[in-house]
């Protein structure tokens, strides 16, 4: 307390100068309408840049959570457009009734926590388990298109076979015509797979959008794959076509998971098929 007696004993002058001051300025902006404009021009602005530094900062530790409620907002989305039915009313957003409206197709959104991109065997893992109806063998994509297949599910988590795995082969086809063949990767670059079995019959060029041939009970038919890059013949064949990704697999965030509901039947009327 006597250093703070001590500190305006001394500075007296200077703190009544200020005061003073003060007091001068406050009568002017008082008195004259330009110079008070001018104050509560400067104000507004000044208030207006710390409250857009505040809301920048709440936005960015809120991008996270916003992001997680866009993902599960379009796989919602996704499941009313996939409905069979489309007259049905009165749909449930946020929890739809497969039985009742007859869906094909359920899209789960989940979120990427690990992703190998560099190895023979890639794998991605994803924070969503049977807890969310997930199991394996379920097609796995984004918004720029296919991404792999669930292989092993936990509770919590699941385990994605990347399309960037030397195992992987998933129907595709050209998008302006119905030859398919079946999408793989060489180990080479991660932005870049290859297209196998495509008849010499299919005319291509490079530039070709390349997508899902929906010929599996695992994706829907036209995901986006891919354009051709480039592609080479020999003896009456293709010996290579390149297919430049549209995802770019090094920087996968939120993803979808797709169930088909069909899957279980159409399995067992080929297996009754075929044991015939």
Same mark, same amino acid.
Request: charged residues 20%; proline residues 3%.
């Given at each position: 307390m006597q250093q703070i007696i001590s500190f305006l004993y001394k500075n007296k002058f200077i703190i009544l100068f200020l005061l003073l001051e003060g007091i001068a300025i406050f009568f002017t902006i008082q008195s004259h309408t330009y110079h008070k404009s001018k104050f509560v021009s400067s104000a507004n602005f000044l208030s207006g840049a710390i409250y857009n530094r505040i809301n920048n900062l709440k936005e960015f530790y809120l991008l996270k959570k916003e992001n997680?409620?866009?993902?599960?907002?379009?796989?919602?989305?996704k499941n009313i457009l996939n409905l069979k039915d489309k007259s049905v009313p009165q749909i449930n957003e946020k929890r739809i009734d497969t039985i009742n409206f007859n869906q094909k197709y359920q899209y789960t959104a989940a979120k990427v926590i690990n992703n190998d991109f560099r190895k023979n065997n890639n794998y991605l893992t994803i924070n969503k388990g049977s807890s969310s109806s997930i199991h394996s063998d379920l097609g796995v994509i984004n918004s720029k298109g296919i991404v792999g297949i669930t292989k092993s599910v936990s509770n919590n988590y699941a385990t994605v076979l990347?399309?960037?795995? !030397?195992?992987?082969?998933?129907?595709? +086809?050209?998008? *302006? &015509? %119905? #030859?398919?063949?079946?999408?793989?990767?060489?180990?080479? /670059?991660?932005?870049?797979?290859?297209?196998?079995?495509?008849?010499?019959?299919?005319?291509?060029?490079?530039?070709?959008?390349?997508?899902?041939?929906?010929?599996?009970?695992?994706?829907?038919?036209?995901?986006? !794959?891919g354009k051709i890059?480039?592609? +080479?013949?020999? *003896? &009456? %064949? #293709?010996?290579?076509?390149?297919?430049?990704?549209?995802? /770019?697999?090094?920087?996968?965030?939120?993803?979808?998971?797709?169930?088909?509901?069909?899957?279980?039947?159409?399995?067992?009327?080929?297996?009754?098929?075929s044991n015939e």
């Open positions: 997680t409620r866009l993902s599960e907002e379009n796989s919602q989305l990347s399309i960037l795995n !030397v195992n992987s082969r998933i129907n595709v +086809k050209l998008l *302006n &015509n %119905n #030859y398919f063949g079946s999408l793989s990767w060489n180990n080479k /670059d991660y932005n870049t797979v290859q297209l196998l079995d495509l008849p010499i019959q299919a005319f291509v060029k490079i530039g070709d959008t390349i997508v899902t041939g929906g010929m599996s009970t695992i994706f829907p038919i036209g995901i986006p !794959v890059k480039d592609f +080479k013949t020999k *003896n &009456n %064949n #293709y010996e290579i076509i390149n297919i430049t990704l549209f995802n /770019d697999m090094s920087n996968i965030g939120f993803v979808e998971v797709i169930n088909n509901f069909d899957k279980k039947e159409i399995k067992n009327l080929e297996e009754k098929t």
